[in-house]
């Protein structure tokens, strides 16, 4: 025998779950919808002066920061791998991600209408850069506005990760203090190790018979070193540091740390050319010689993040007797 009440109910909650997944439909529609015209902003309208991608004709703020990306010339050679990073560290997350209660926040719709205010402005400006900024605000205020503060919070650091990829014009004035500062320090290593030689700006000369002579030109400055070293230091804090102070900590310490890396390879390459010559000092060891740089700065990073987690007080009371 039929029960109406039971049928009744099973019927209503088909209703209910048919509206759900309408509901998710067009949730996910105008997603896609808004998806796509985020593209266009920022694929037609995002790189308004062609600046550095004249000979490629497009406004794409995309090919434009891929193009920054390649430059021979630039220090932004990492900057392909820092989205993937970003990927990498919302992977890390998504169980806390997954299990995040979801809420449409106003705050968020703020976030968004923000970053599409800055991106006008750098279009209008002709900046370029301020579009790329705007981009990646949108990366995280859209899903802050779509679920919620206690989702965003888990792409707090993932999406201003992202930041490493711009370019910023502005720390090409750290170039000439860079090298002046490497080559001053380097002299007195030198010096120190009993080495004769003088220093000319930036420019290193022996006093011995048949000396070498260098300069410690732009791409030597370390800035290129500076900044691989700052996105991979903040990666590396991230995943090894509990805390934000220990984290940031950890990162601040990543510019000493390139910049004596960069004062190694400097020294390294006068030592060379003064036992074995300037040709092979200058040639073959200077072309590999970034990988002296960079092993020093990161076994320094190594050292200085296991430094941060030991238990010194606990390390130092073991040694103390007991009375």
């Not at 105008?30 to 796509?36: R, T």
């Not at 934000?244 to 000493?256: D, E, K, T």
């Not at 740089?293 to 200085?304: D, N």
Request: aromatic share 12%; charged share 10%.
């Amino acid at each position: 025998m039929k029960n109406p009440e039971l049928e009744t109910e099973i019927i209503s909650e088909r209703w209910q779950l048919a509206r759900l997944n309408q509901e998710t439909l067009v949730k996910w529609a105008l997603l896609a919808v808004a998806m796509g015209g985020l593209f266009v902003c920022f694929h037609y309208f995002g790189n308004t002066t062609m600046g550095y991608v004249a000979r490629l004709q497009t406004h794409s703020v995309f090919i434009w920061i891929v193009q920054r990306w390649s430059d021979a010339a630039g220090d932004m050679s990492h900057g392909p791998f820092i989205p993937l990073a970003s990927l990498f560290f919302i992977w890390l997350r998504r169980k806390e991600i997954a299990a995040a209660p979801r809420q449409v926040s106003n705050r968020g719709l703020a976030v968004v209408i923000g970053c599409l205010v800055l991106h006008w402005l750098g279009a209008k400006s002709q900046q370029t850069r301020l579009s790329l900024i705007a981009l990646i605000g949108l990366s995280w205020g859209i899903p802050y506005y779509l679920c919620g503060w206690k989702t965003a919070k888990w792409l707090i650091f993932p999406c201003s990760y992202l930041l490493f990829a711009v370019p910023f014009n502005f720390l090409d004035s750290l170039t000439f203090p860079l090298r002046i500062m490497a080559t001053i320090i380097s002299e007195h290593l030198l010096q120190g190790l009993g080495l004769p030689i003088q220093r000319s700006g930036s420019a290193i000369y022996s006093l011995s018979a048949g000396g070498f002579a260098m300069d410690v030109a732009d791409p030597c400055s370390g800035i290129r070193s500076l900044l691989a070293m700052t996105a991979l230091t903040a990666a590396y804090a991230n995943l090894t540091q509990k805390g934000v102070v220990r984290q940031w900590g950890l990162f601040l310490m990543s510019i000493p740390l390139a910049i004596v890396g960069n004062i190694v390879r400097i020294t390294s390459i006068a030592i060379v050319a003064e036992a074995f010559g300037e040709q092979l000092a200058l040639g073959l060891y200077h072309d590999y010689s970034s990988y002296i740089l960079f092993s020093v700065s990161i076994t320094l990073m190594v050292v200085m993040g296991y430094a941060m987690n030991v238990d010194w007080k606990g390390w130092i009371r073991q040694w103390i007797p007991e009375t």
